[in-house]
Protein backbone atom coordinates (compact mmCIF):
# COMPACT_ATOMS: atom_id res chain seq x y z
CA UNK A 1 0.00 0.00 0.00
CA UNK A 2 1.46 3.44 -1.01
CA UNK A 3 1.89 6.13 2.04
CA UNK A 4 -1.45 7.60 2.05
CA UNK A 5 -2.21 11.20 0.58
CA UNK A 6 -2.31 12.94 3.76
CA UNK A 7 0.80 12.19 5.09
CA UNK A 8 2.72 12.65 1.56
CA UNK A 9 0.77 15.89 1.88
CA UNK A 10 2.08 16.79 5.25
CA UNK A 11 5.45 15.54 4.32
CA UNK A 12 5.88 18.42 1.79
CA UNK A 13 5.33 20.96 4.50
CA UNK A 14 7.39 19.19 6.88
CA UNK A 15 10.07 17.24 5.54
CA UNK A 16 11.82 14.21 7.68
CA UNK A 17 10.78 15.89 10.91
CA UNK A 18 9.16 13.47 13.69
CA UNK A 19 5.11 13.05 12.78
CA UNK A 20 3.07 11.73 15.56
CA UNK A 21 0.43 9.30 14.03
CA UNK A 22 -2.14 7.45 14.90
CA UNK A 23 -2.09 3.83 13.93
CA UNK A 24 -4.28 0.49 14.80
CA UNK A 25 -3.03 -3.09 15.42
CA UNK A 26 -5.01 -6.65 15.48
CA UNK A 27 -4.26 -9.60 17.27
CA UNK A 28 -6.07 -11.78 14.86
CA UNK A 29 -6.56 -15.56 16.16
CA UNK A 30 -7.93 -18.43 14.20
CA UNK A 31 -10.29 -21.79 14.96
CA UNK A 32 -7.17 -23.35 16.36
CA UNK A 33 -6.05 -19.55 18.45
CA UNK A 34 -2.71 -19.53 15.88
CA UNK A 35 -2.15 -15.98 15.51
CA UNK A 36 -1.78 -14.36 11.76
CA UNK A 37 1.24 -12.52 11.16
CA UNK A 38 3.23 -10.90 8.62
CA UNK A 39 6.31 -10.55 6.95
CA UNK A 40 7.21 -6.84 6.16
CA UNK A 41 8.61 -5.52 3.58
CA UNK A 42 10.27 -2.55 5.02
CA UNK A 43 12.15 -4.21 8.06
CA UNK A 44 11.95 -8.18 6.94
CA UNK A 45 10.64 -9.09 10.63
CA UNK A 46 7.34 -10.98 11.48
CA UNK A 47 4.67 -8.75 12.84
CA UNK A 48 0.76 -8.45 13.68
CA UNK A 49 -1.45 -6.70 11.22
CA UNK A 50 -0.97 -2.86 11.43
CA UNK A 51 -1.95 0.23 9.53
CA UNK A 52 -2.07 4.21 10.03
CA UNK A 53 -6.05 5.56 10.41
CA UNK A 54 -7.07 8.03 7.80
CA UNK A 55 -8.36 11.22 8.85
CA UNK A 56 -11.62 11.16 10.26
CA UNK A 57 -11.30 6.74 10.40
CA UNK A 58 -13.09 4.94 13.41
CA UNK A 59 -10.56 2.58 15.17
CA UNK A 60 -12.16 -0.20 14.38
CA UNK A 61 -13.58 -0.35 11.04
CA UNK A 62 -9.49 0.84 10.38
CA UNK A 63 -8.10 -2.49 12.01
CA UNK A 64 -10.94 -4.86 10.04
CA UNK A 65 -9.80 -2.99 6.48
CA UNK A 66 -6.32 -2.97 7.39
CA UNK A 67 -6.51 -7.05 8.21
CA UNK A 68 -8.39 -7.75 4.59
CA UNK A 69 -6.17 -5.38 2.84
CA UNK A 70 -2.90 -6.72 4.20
CA UNK A 71 -3.98 -10.84 4.58
CA UNK A 72 -7.25 -11.51 2.44
CA UNK A 73 -8.63 -12.09 5.89
CA UNK A 74 -12.10 -11.14 6.89
CA UNK A 75 -12.64 -10.71 10.68
CA UNK A 76 -14.55 -9.96 13.40
CA UNK A 77 -13.49 -7.72 16.23
CA UNK A 78 -13.49 -9.25 20.06
CA UNK A 79 -12.09 -6.33 22.12
CA UNK A 80 -9.66 -3.33 22.18
CA UNK A 81 -6.33 -5.12 24.46
CA UNK A 82 -3.68 -2.24 24.58
CA UNK A 83 -2.90 1.35 23.99
CA UNK A 84 0.60 2.23 23.48
CA UNK A 85 3.14 4.93 22.02
CA UNK A 86 5.71 3.49 20.22
CA UNK A 87 9.72 4.14 19.97
CA UNK A 88 10.31 6.39 17.62
CA UNK A 89 10.65 5.46 14.21
CA UNK A 90 13.31 6.42 11.63
CA UNK A 91 12.24 5.10 7.91
CA UNK A 92 14.67 4.16 5.31
CA UNK A 93 14.06 7.21 3.57
CA UNK A 94 14.70 9.60 6.37
CA UNK A 95 10.75 10.21 7.57
CA UNK A 96 10.85 10.46 11.41
CA UNK A 97 6.90 8.98 12.87
CA UNK A 98 6.23 7.83 16.40
CA UNK A 99 2.92 5.88 16.70
CA UNK A 100 0.11 5.87 19.30
CA UNK A 101 -1.58 2.14 18.65
CA UNK A 102 -4.69 0.81 19.60
CA UNK A 103 -4.92 -2.77 19.18
CA UNK A 104 -7.22 -5.16 19.13
CA UNK A 105 -7.91 -8.59 19.48
CA UNK A 106 -9.97 -9.99 16.56
CA UNK A 107 -11.35 -13.38 15.12
CA UNK A 108 -10.61 -15.55 11.60
CA UNK A 109 -14.30 -15.34 10.34
CA UNK A 110 -13.42 -16.33 6.45
CA UNK A 111 -10.54 -16.14 3.88
CA UNK A 112 -7.79 -17.80 3.24
CA UNK A 113 -4.57 -15.77 4.69
CA UNK A 114 -2.25 -14.55 1.56
CA UNK A 115 -0.19 -11.70 0.82
CA UNK A 116 -2.83 -9.38 -0.38
CA UNK A 117 -0.52 -6.25 -0.37
CA UNK A 118 3.11 -4.57 -1.02
CA UNK A 119 3.47 -4.23 2.62
CA UNK A 120 4.26 -7.65 3.10
CA UNK A 121 6.17 -10.32 1.92
CA UNK A 122 4.36 -13.69 3.60
CA UNK A 123 1.22 -14.02 5.66
CA UNK A 124 1.24 -17.15 8.16
CA UNK A 125 -0.77 -18.60 10.90
CA UNK A 126 1.30 -19.00 14.25
CA UNK A 127 0.68 -21.21 17.42
CA UNK A 128 1.57 -18.98 20.52
CA UNK A 129 3.75 -21.30 21.42
CA UNK A 130 6.06 -20.76 18.51
CA UNK A 131 5.97 -17.68 17.44
CA UNK A 132 8.94 -16.38 14.78
CA UNK A 133 12.23 -15.49 16.39
CA UNK A 134 12.48 -12.50 14.45
CA UNK A 135 9.11 -10.81 15.69
CA UNK A 136 8.76 -7.36 16.21
CA UNK A 137 9.54 -6.36 20.00
CA UNK A 138 5.95 -4.37 19.85
CA UNK A 139 4.25 -6.95 17.83
CA UNK A 140 5.34 -9.43 21.15
CA UNK A 141 4.09 -6.76 23.44
CA UNK A 142 0.07 -6.80 21.83
CA UNK A 143 0.01 -10.45 21.30
CA UNK A 144 1.24 -11.04 25.25
CA UNK A 145 -1.26 -7.91 26.25
CA UNK A 146 -4.09 -9.41 23.91
CA UNK A 147 -3.78 -12.97 25.18
CA UNK A 148 -2.84 -12.81 28.43
CA UNK A 149 -3.54 -9.48 30.16
CA UNK A 150 -7.73 -9.82 30.88
CA UNK A 151 -10.63 -8.31 29.42
CA UNK A 152 -9.47 -4.72 30.12
CA UNK A 153 -7.01 -2.75 27.88
CA UNK A 154 -3.84 -2.75 29.15
CA UNK A 155 -1.96 0.66 28.90
CA UNK A 156 1.35 2.43 30.80
CA UNK A 157 0.74 4.02 33.90
Known sequence: ?????????????????????????????DAE??????RRVDNGRWAVVSGV????????PAALREIAEETGVTAELVRLTSVDVTEPIVYPNG????YLDLCFLARHVSGEARVADDENTDVR???????????????????????????????RK
Open 53 to 60: LEPGEEPG
Open 125 to 155: WFSADHLPADLTDTSRLRIDKALHHGPEAWF
Open 95 to 98: DHTQ
Open 33 to 38: DRILLT
Open 1 to 29: MPVPEFILSLREKIGHAPLWLSGVSAVVL
